[in-house]
């Protein structure tokens, strides 16, 4: 039997008071020898609509099996999610952003209302697991995660397919570049089955960082999904799990400031999704730890050393053949703080000294990187006082300095009408503006119109600055996070159609090339759009949200 004083469960478990809480949990099939022993929460994001989350309803059932035959009980419950990709370009993508506060608030509460006392995150897609790991965070208990493997890439005319290309293709359609009956036969191909999407995006990014800050077995995020492989790591986790809970080992003593730094170095390294801008923040913040745009302008030279798709041709699977994320260590091992603690019972430096790296190819040596400075960018400058973010490695080198005449709409549908339209002058600075945490509510991600400017070629001359954000598979000149957004009375609120923009990715420039006489004059008459909105949309533009501290909730 385990220490009294252990076990976080005996709160409603142990006691003759507590005979009401033993009776409902005896309602549901549980004996009294189960109760004896540390309840183990399996935190499961399972449903039918993401196709990320559907293959954790067979995972559950290892990780449930090797609890038991590790001496713990285990209870399921689930939390929401929500597919970016199904999201994308119309008013649900607004709730995206905020599904991350409701899944963290979510599963706080269940585990905090039923004193669980340890817990493994079946996580998956884009704000599922970042929400998780907030969730994990916040309330500190020993916890694995298991993220849901990849998804295989499609195939078309022997080109891999990713999501990222699906998008690129509806702009090829809508330009006349292809028909519509290709498209709908590309569309069948793209997502062969289940898992996360075959690219880079924030989901395989997100499942990545697991793994950097320690959360995850090594390998593990990019395993396949439905794989025999995904489901013994479910039940090693199981198992796993009772160790950390013996060791009383929690998040606290894994995802310390040094991990974090370790885990933006990560991404800085691979060209992740921009989205991690906004989550590694918002985990920290949970953890007392405040980060901000100023952390991945630190690691800027950090060097750039795997092009995975959308930044490059070659998509997830190609990365884990090549050694995954231990590898990306191995690369960095003069980088990384590497006597952190894992939930693997191994440091980085262990897993480092253990990692297999077949294809110094995808991923590059240090000393021979692809570029000698990080995939990500902070721009800053009178159009972003508090920053702005662009995935440099997927910009080409001929627009990563461009200045062009503004063309200002403040939605991003207006934009995609003008777009489609062929209202868009090459050369042009597109700004989509009242889209941030706040003004959308909610910060869209502009995905629509950037798979747009990328079908339609105008991506070879026209850059985009927005105040909402992109999706990790997002590549072009394409500015984001601009903070102050301009619902809170940011520069971006003043621009004027015609108004130059200087962009200058290499000097980390954003300018509005507008006198400071002419902006003051500008604020005197500036209103913001307000925008009625109810539900959680309105509870969220309420509270303000910031992109520049990981649009957390204080």
């Known amino acids: 039997m385990m220490k009294s004083d252990k076990i976080r469960s005996h709160e409603i478990t142990e006691g ?31 449903n039918e609509v993401v196709p990320g989350c559907v293959p954790q309803r067979e995972v559950a059932e290892h990780v449930k099996k090797g609890i038991r035959e590790a001496g713990g009980t285990p209870l399921e419950f689930n939390t929401i999610g929500v597919c970016d990709g ?75 397919l990713t999501l990222s290309l699906m998008r690129e293709f509806i702009g090829k359609e809508q330009s006349g570049q292809i028909t519509l009956e290709e498209l709908h036969e590309i569309e069948e191909k793209a997502c062969p089955g289940v898992g996360s999407c075959a690219m880079m995006g924030t989901a395989n990014t997100m499942n990545c960082l697991c793994e950097a800050l320690g959360m995850a077995f090594p390998r593990s995020a990019t395993q396949f999904a439905a794989s025999e492989e995904k489901l013994a790591d479910g039940e090693r986790a199981g ?96 980088y990384m703080e590497k006597a952190l603690m894992t939930v693997s019972g191994m440091t980085i430096g262990q897993i480092i000294e253990g990692a297999e790296w077949p294809d110094q190819d995808m991923i590059r040596p240090a000393e021979n990187p692809i570029a000698d400075s990080s995939a990500l960018k902070v721009l800053w400058g009178n159009l972003a006082p508090d920053g702005a973010i662009v995935k440099k490695s997927a910009v080409a080198e001929h627009m990563r300095v461009h200045k062009g005449p503004a063309v200002v709409f403040d939605a991003m549908e207006a934009a995609i009408d003008a777009v489609k339209a062929g209202k868009i002058v090459p050369g042009s600075v597109i700004v989509i503006r009242y889209e941030g945490p706040t003004g959308g509510p909610g910060m869209r991600e502009m995905q629509q119109i950037t798979a747009m400017l990328m079908g339609t070629g105008l991506a070879d001359s026209t850059a985009l600055v927005t105040d909402g954000r992109f999706s990790g598979s997002t590549r072009g000149p394409c500015i984001g996070h601009v903070s102050p957004e301009a619902a809170l009375g940011g520069t971006i609120g003043l621009v004027r159609d015609g108004d130059l923009i200087e962009i200058d990715i290499p000097a980390g420039r954003l300018v509005l090339e507008v006198s400071e006489s002419e902006l003051n004059a500008r604020r005197e008459g500036w209103v913001p759009h307000e925008k009625k909105v109810r539900g959680v949309l309105g509870l969220y533009g309420k509270v303000k949200p910031q992109a520049k501290n990981g649009a957390v909730w204080e």
């Open 16 to 46: 003759s008071d507590r005979a009401a809480s033993r009776a409902l949990l005896f309602s549901m099939g549980l004996k009294r020898d189960q109760l004896n022993k540390p309840i183990i929460a399996v935190v499961n994001c399972f």
């Open 86 to 160: 199904i999201a994308q370009g119309h008013e649900g993508m607004k709730y995206s952003l905020p599904s991350r506060e409701i899944i963290a608030y979510s599963i706080e509460i269940m585990l905090q209302a039923h004193r669980f006392d340890a817990a493994v995150f079946l996580s998956s897609c884009d704000k599922i697991t970042p929400g998780m790991l907030m969730a994990a965070a916040r309330v500190n208990i020993p916890s694995i995660f298991v993220t849901p493997g990849i998804m295989h890439a499609g195939e078309h005319k022997g080109q891999k």
């Open 239 to 334: 198992k796993e799990i009772m160790r950390l809970f013996e060791a009383d080992l929690k998040p606290s003593d894994i995802m310390t400031p040094s991990a974090f730094e370790n885990a933006v170095k990560f991404v800085m390294a691979i060209g992740g999704s921009t989205n991690a801008v906004l989550h590694i923040p918002a985990i920290a913040n949970e953890l007392d730890i405040k980060l901000n745009h100023e952390i991945f302008d630190r690691y800027q030279k950090i060097p750039y050393i795997a092009k995975i798709n959308p930044s490059g041709p070659r998509p997830v699977e190609d990365f884990h053949s090549a050694g995954g994320v231990p590898a990306v260590f191995k690369s960095l091992k003069d």
